[in-house]
């Protein structure tokens, strides 16, 4: 076993991936919060994390900073490992924005 992982307790684990579903469900996470937290919970560095999901490590760099402009099939790539995929959704309307029409 990797000596830097530390074992993770099965319902605590659960508890994070739980948590992790509710917050995109709720759009809490954007994107850039979403792969990190991904990755993490996949205990995988970067380099690993991005030769898993068969994408480069630039552009899991880039995602992971913000700046990154992925092709939907980068974010099925990586979002996949957590029974998710890229989809359009409705944005959510606050009350000072409108609905713009």
């Given at each position: 076993m990797?000596?830097?992982l530390k074992p993770v307790d099965p319902a605590v684990?659960?508890?994070q991936r739980d948590d992790m579903y509710r917050r995109l469900q709720r759009g809490e996470?954007?994107?850039r919060e979403a792969v990190r937290t991904m990755r993490r919970l996949s205990q995988?560095?970067?380099p690993e994390f991005a030769k898993h999901r068969g994408i480069s490590l630039d552009s899991l760099r880039s995602l992971e900073a913000g700046t990154g402009n992925p092709t939907v099939e980068t974010l099925n790539k990586v979002v996949s490992i957590f029974g998710l995929e890229?989809?359009?959704v409705p944005r959510r309307?606050?009350?000072l924005?409108?609905?713009g029409r």
């Open positions: 990797d000596k830097r684990e659960r508890a996470l954007n994107l995988l560095t970067q890229v989809g359009f309307v606050t009350p924005q409108g609905d």
